[in-house]
């Protein structure tokens, strides 16, 4: 029950809290881009596909360093998109892409981070906390009871086990005496 109730309550807690972090992601996706290290890709049309791990290992250090690129392609791409009147169809097709893709771009960030905000906004302090929880737990006057009955029972259960080892250890000596004797005569 302890367990339990530690367990929802820190759900609780976790899912507020990324709850919290996505709409604060969302809201203003352009402060998310500036302080990103992956690089957005400057080519609208291309297909999104997981990077390797030798990709992956290679585009870290690329990353860091483009940290303003993001703002600047994003800022390049508005920059294409047409502003005439006769031209609001492509423009509205261009702003759809951009959205999709900066927001592409967020969606993979914020799944690139979720295990290590698991572990640290839910796992670690779960732990914590239900320790800190299962030590405050007493049992009932009557738990307590029933478990002392129980202990009362098997002490004199273990007591009388003890006696009759002893008997039976008795009996194996006399055996013991009675075979040596027999063998000697």
Aim: proline share 4%.
């Amino acid at each position: 029950e302890t367990f339990d109730t530690v367990v929802e309550r820190q759900l609780k807690q976790f899912l507020t809290l990324f709850k919290n972090t996505l709409q604060a992601t969302f809201s203003n996706p352009w402060v998310f881009l500036r302080k990103t290290t992956a690089i957005l890709d400057t080519d609208m049309n291309t297909e999104i596909a997981l990077p390797s791990l030798d990709q992956t290992k290679q585009r870290i250090p690329a990353e860091i360093k483009m940290r303003n690129g993001n703002e600047q392609v994003v800022a390049r791409w508005l920059s294409e998109i047409p502003l005439e009147p006769h031209m609001i169809n492509e423009a509205v097709d261009q702003v759809q892409v951009l959205v999709l893709r900066v927001y592409s771009h967020i969606r993979s960030q914020v799944c690139d981070q979720v295990e290590l905000f698991c572990e640290s906004f839910f796992k670690l302090p779960l732990l914590r906390r239900l320790e800190e929880d299962m030590n405050k737990i007493e049992l009932s006057p009557v738990d307590l009871e029933g478990y002392k009955a129980r202990r009362d029972a098997l002490e004199k259960e273990a007591a009388a086990n003890a006696y009759g080892l002893k008997e039976v250890r008795a009996c194996l000596k006399i055996l013991l005496n009675f075979q040596i004797k027999s063998m000697a005569e």
